[in-house]
């Protein structure tokens, strides 16, 4: 069964450095998604991307962030300036139509941020 | 964002059934009540969702009240691996962001 991947799986950096974290949707799906979980909060809604462009952002979402799909197989989340509260899983979904039914997600990126 | 009601906590023995309940009082008619799980140390995977009808799919039965005002997860035979935190999320038509609560722990027991 087709499944969503990340890497790394875990990542520690320190504050202020620049960190990339990748995921590779289901191959036949268009919609891509960003989420992140807290150790011991709700997962919260970070972005969603369609057509090489942010459909939807939550507050969280600031200009710290970005997305980027830089080849047919990528889709990348990268934090500019990690903040000590950036330390999260953060969990990338797939999905092949809006609105549809299922979002497949990834198994995560444990950020730990130092 | 329209908002769930979920207990913290339940348990159930293994091979019982287990209802799993959720109150969504101000639903709207373009809400889709949506059902997630998250395992231990996993992503949250998709379990079933349903907008008026009962559903059933290979893994749950959703259970819609007929106002629509709550639903019920139903796992007809629970297993050691089904021990998890199932969110119950009502999703709009017209947006793809789900919106997750502190959802229902769910313990099973040998």
């Known amino acids: 069964e087709p499944e969503v991947t990340q890497t790394p799986s875990h990542q520690v950096t320190q504050m202020g450095q620049e960190v990339i974290l990748r995921c590779v949707p289901i191959s036949n799906h268009l919609y891509f998604y960003w989420y992140r979980q807290i150790l011991g909060q709700k997962v919260e809604f970070l972005v969603s991307f369609y057509n090489n462009e942010i459909s939807e952002k939550s507050e969280i979402f600031d200009d710290q962030f970005s997305v980027e799909r830089p080849d047919g197989s990528n889709f990348t989340l990268k934090i500019r300036s990690t903040k000590l509260e950036d330390s999260a899983m953060y969990f990338c979904a797939s999905s092949e139509i809006f609105g549809g039914e299922t979002q497949y997600f990834g198994p995560g990126t444990r950020l730990l941020v130092l | 964002d329209a908002k769930t009601t979920q207990p913290n906590s339940m348990e159930s023995n293994e091979e019982e059934p287990v209802h799993l309940p959720c109150n969504h009082s101000t639903i709207s008619g373009t809400d889709y009540i949506h059902w997630y799980r998250q395992l231990p140390s996993q992503g949250p995977e998709y379990v079933i969702h349903g907008l008026t009808s009962n559903v059933n799919n290979r893994m749950a039965s959703l259970a819609i009240a007929e106002d629509r005002k709550s639903s019920t997860l139903i796992l007809h035979r629970a297993t050691l691996r089904d021990a998890a935190v199932y969110y119950c999320?009502?999703?709009?038509?017209?947006?793809?962001?789900?919106?997750f609560g502190t959802g229902t722990r769910l313990q099973v027991f040998p």
């Open positions: 999320i009502l999703k709009s038509y017209n947006t793809d962001k789900l919106i």
